[in-house]
């Protein structure tokens, strides 16, 4: 009996060990989901049909053993796909260390192709971009390179149909600290104007008005970082939330308000241990099309 109990718990440690090495060296670094869907947007013009919109969030520089081999994977592969829109969702950063000028340049140095590519980019902070002091730095620097940073604003898409009426972001605050202000984010979209609602944190759909968020996009959760396959609400992130929270994926239908839509994305990076399982990193393509 002790000979078969040692060969098992031997087993289980060899398992273990590979899990281990397959979470942190394997699926982060050599694999990337790539998720397309064609959404249906309200008083979206017949003219800016097809117009695809790619998403990508928290890239967590800064994190110990980080990630940025699979951002600049991730940054290839959008520019490659010649969207028309891009997507930022925030959390650049996860530590100050090792200095905001050494940050906020290899922020820079990997939204460059982005640039370089001329597509219209638009971007949100998430709550360790605050957390770490560099939210102006950030701010500044990617608006110097062309990328407006939108805090509780919309902005028309350059090249969008329809002038006033064409295309719009809308980019919602950080839920944390504090700064998400959903009224003063939609007062600034004309009305009748289709958009699409860029957030960092999922949890801010919920208080969307109806109808206003046809297709929101967030980040924040790295789709749970370690998911148990078969069990959507057993990831590290769902156990530990204090609040209902949507992991990965499409919301469910009852979650938002009437009329509205959200898709989270699972990121690119880290937060606590350099580790995904069952939740590689992924880029979004959403190809809109009119109707509701």
Known sequence: MKRWLGRIIAALGVVLVLLVVYGVLVEPRFILDEERADVPLPQLGQEDAGTTVAVVSDWQIGMWFDNDGMVEDAVETIVAADPDVVLLGGDFVYSSDPGVEVQVDRVLSLVEPLVESGVPTFAVLGNHDYAVGMADELTAALEGVGIPVLENEAVPVDGAAGGAAGLHVVGIGALRPGVADIDEALADVPDGAPRVVLAHNPSVFPDLPPGSAPLT????????????????????????????????????????????????????????????????????????????
């Open 217 to 292: 996009v967030a980040g924040h959760t790295h789709c749970g970082q370690i998911a148990i396959p078969g069990l959507p609400g057993w990831s590290y992130i769902e156990l530990t939330e204090q609040e209902e929270v949507v992991t990965e994926g499409w919301a469910p239908e009852d979650y938002g308000a009437e009329g509205n839509r959200m898709f989270v994305t699972c990121g690119i990076g880290f937060s606590l241990i350099p580790a995904r399982i069952n939740a590689p990193p992924q880029v979004a393509f959403f190809e809109l099309q009119p109707g509701s």
